[in-house]
């Protein structure tokens, strides 16, 4: 039996993160008060408003949770669904906050929902719904640079960021940081290089590192490396789709692509940008030439042959019902919180390897991190030094040459002088969060053996960092 905590069919998604965390707490040596304190959602605002629709009016319902004040400012995205709820928006909240613990970054963990399916409203009401959203938000000091950073997720992109970010500075005419009220925004409006694909090189990045351990992979009867590993991806979206991307750059082969209207597979590979291109242009990734089988059903998709799942979509879609199904070995969770406990218990007993949401989706918050700072510092990555290295580097390969007296192609004097842009600074700095974070996690599940998943051993770690951040509040001893 695995030592996760198994929950019961009907309970909450707030409700496993919590079972998660208690699980964790017990091999932590922190005091119940403090555990109790870090596990709560600080604060809970739930708030509707009126927006005119055609000829009358319709009454929005919006949220947004401030799991931990921690680190300052909290940080989450805001979703745009039919299906979110007051509950989802605590979970990804708290999850938000162990995520930012578990790969380093220096917020508390907040989420925002607004219930509303975006296909059903046009470009100008989407945009009164965000502006008053915010509006509400700025009012309760929900929102701020250093209060509380919004960001993209599941039914929001940089447009909805932009008015944000637009509507914030107006009310706040005189903030020289005002633009840092949220991150994910367009290059044009002060983003960043690179944020858009963070999420799904993130993941690509986490699942280059866990088969990258002999150890592991020795285990699960898998060589090392992603080279001719095969790997089905559920969901098409922005965090499916790069996860596909780097995925493939990497070595992989992408044989299986779901999405809600249907799955394909192909055991030799399939185009993932010509299956992106087909959706575009047909609606649906069914029909595509390229593929082999089809199921009219998505979760048949996932239990086709491979060597890694990739749950891109939502969450609750490895279930107890389709676990026993599954041909993976190794589960990297692109989705918040798509595998139930009860779920992972089994595959874990199957001896198969979940590589946890709080870290493999963390791409996203990291860079997302690296524009809140280009915001406050007002100055692009690589602006000031960029030259400088470029001439010094120029200087270098002129003296070596001018010692040989071997010279050098002009490929080869151009690869060596470059100097690094934002995008390159960016990717640097997310693959070296995603390699060390992982590893630390190993290492805390190798000092605690019992904790025995990964999943267990990254809330160790946050639990334990965060805990370090309250005292050193002087809020505990």
């Not at 866990?210 to 150890?215: D, F, R």
């Not at 047909?282 to 059903?297: D, N, P, Q, V």
């Amino acid at each position: 039996m695995s030592n996760l905590i198994i929950s019961d069919q009907d309970t909450h998604f707030f409700s496993d993160v919590c079972a998660n965390f208690d699980h964790a707490a017990q091999f932590t040596k922190h005091d119940a008060g403090l555990l109790d304190q870090i596990k709560s959602c600080n604060s809970v605002y739930r708030f509707r408003f009126p927006i005119r629709k055609g000829d009358g009016f319709e009454v929005i319902d919006a949220w947004r949770v401030e799991h931990s004040h921690h680190q300052s400012p909290t940080k989450g995205g805001i979703r745009y669904s039919e299906m979110v709820n007051e509950d989802e928006v605590m979970a990804l909240a708290a999850l938000m906050t162990y995520k930012c613990a578990i790969v380093n970054v220096p917020f508390g963990g907040a989420k925002g929902g607004i219930k509303i399916n975006p296909k059903n409203y046009t470009v100008q009401e989407l945009e009164n719904i965000t502006r008053r959203y915010t509006v509400e938000l700025t009012k309760k000091n929900f929102l701020g640079p250093s209060i509380d950073v919004p960001a993209p997720d599941y039914g929001s992109g940089e447009r909805e960021m932009s008015w944000i970010a637009d509507t914030y500075a107006t009310m706040n005419p005189n903030q020289g940081d005002a633009l840092g009220c949220v991150t994910g925004k367009p290059i044009a409006l002060h983003g960043i290089a690179g944020r858009r694909e963070a999420t799904g090189r993130g993941v690509a990045i986490a699942a280059r590192e866990c088969v990258s351990v002999g150890e592991d992979m020795q285990k699960l009867g898998l060589t090392t490396g992603l080279t001719g590993k095969k790997v089905i991806v559920q969901g098409l979206g922005n965090v499916g789709y790069y996860s596909a991307k780097f995925l493939s750059e990497f070595g992989a082969t992408i044989v299986g692509l779901c999405e809600y209207e249907g799955a394909i597979y192909n055991e030799d590979g399939l185009d993932y940008e010509a299956v992106f291109q087909h959706r575009k242009a047909t609606g649906s990734i069914l029909g595509f030439a390229g593929a082999t089988k089809e199921f009219t059903r998505s979760g048949e998709g996932l239990e086709q042959p491979c060597d890694i799942l990739v749950p891109a979509a939502l969450e609750n879609q490895i279930t107890i019902e389709n676990v026993r199904n599954l041909q993976a070995k190794i589960i990297v969770e692109g989705a918040n919180g798509p595998t139930t406990p009860e779920a992972e218990a089994i595959f874990y007993e199957n001896g198969g390897i979940i590589v946890p949401d709080m870290y493999a989706n963390a791409g996203g918050v990291t860079v997302s991190y690296f524009e809140w700072l280009k915001n406050l510092s007002h100055v692009s990555f690589g602006r000031m030094n960029r030259r400088f290295e470029e001439n010094s580097n120029l200087n270098i390969v002129n003296m070596v040459e001018g010692i040989t007296g071997v010279s050098l192609t002009p490929l080869q004097r151009e690869t060596i002088i470059k100097g690094a842009t934002e995008l390159e600074l960016v990717n640097s700095g997310l693959e070296d969060t995603m390699i060390r974070s992982y590893h630390e996690i190993r290492e805390t599940l190798r000092n605690n053996p019992e904790a025995k998943t990964l999943r267990v051993a990254a809330f160790v770690g946050a639990i334990n960092k965060i805990a370090v951040s309250y005292q050193n509040l002087g809020v505990w001893p």
